[in-house]
């Protein structure tokens, strides 16, 4: 009978076979964790700075509020943002395609695969054009209807939303 086979030596020439103390494991460990912390730091005040200064959201939201009031008053600024809130809604098909596309595009990019991801590429090109057509054919037959969830027909804001 033959002996079972017993675990190699651990190498003196390679330093990651070494024994590890725990000083040695954090200076090893010691410049990803301050990275980490550094990221993390930078990204909950980068947010915070967006959100709370340049926020592009609320600045459109502003110069289309500050533009339709100058033109058209409150009621104005009511249909802008029926019409921006009906535009939000409809953008949810396209996030929706996107989410759910990526991951054929990130494998097959990170697999190498060139044919296939300007396959799926072309695919998702001609789908865009499709769904935009559609949602502009949809949206201005239906224009009446979508402008009635926000406000009731007959009225001034319903009016300058529908036009």
Do not use: W
């Given at each position: 009978?033959?002996?079972?086979?017993?675990?190699?030596?651990?190498?003196?020439?390679?330093?990651?076979?070494?024994?590890?103390?725990?000083?040695?494991?954090?200076?090893?460990?010691?410049?990803?964790?301050?990275?980490?912390v550094f990221f993390g730091l930078y990204t909950v005040v980068d947010t915070m700075f967006i959100e709370r200064f340049?926020?592009?959201?609320?600045?459109?939201?502003?110069?289309?509020?500050?533009?339709?009031?100058?033109?058209?008053?409150?009621?104005?600024?009511?249909?802008?943002?029926?019409?921006?809130?009906?535009?939000?809604?409809?953008?949810?098909?396209?996030?929706?395609?996107?989410?759910?596309?990526?991951?054929?595009?990130?494998?097959?990019?990170?697999?190498?695969?060139?044919?296939?991801?300007?396959?799926?590429?072309?695919?998702?090109?001609?789908?865009?054009?499709?769904?935009?057509?559609?949602?502009?054919?949809?949206?201005?037959?239906?224009?009446?209807?979508?402008?009635?969830?926000?406000?009731?027909?007959?009225?001034?804001?319903?009016?300058m939303a529908v036009e």
């Amino acid at each position: 009978m033959s002996a079972a086979p017993t675990a190699p030596e651990p190498s003196t020439d390679n330093p990651i076979s070494q024994h590890f103390t725990t000083i040695s494991l954090l200076r090893f460990a010691f410049p990803t964790i301050f990275m980490m912390v550094f990221f993390g730091l930078y990204t909950v005040v980068d947010t915070m700075f967006i959100e709370r200064f340049v926020n592009t959201n609320a600045l459109s939201a502003f110069l289309f509020n500050a533009a339709m009031m100058r033109l058209r008053g409150g009621d104005g600024v009511a249909a802008i943002a029926i019409i921006i809130y009906a535009h939000f809604l409809l953008n949810t098909a396209y996030i929706g395609f996107f989410l759910g596309v990526s991951p054929v595009i990130s494998y097959n990019h990170g697999s190498g695969n060139h044919r296939q991801l300007k396959r799926v590429c072309g695919i998702c090109f001609r789908v865009i054009a499709v769904m935009s057509a559609a949602v502009f054919a949809v949206t201005y037959i239906l224009r009446a209807s979508l402008v009635g969830v926000f406000t009731p027909p007959g009225t001034a804001v319903y009016g300058m939303a529908v036009e």
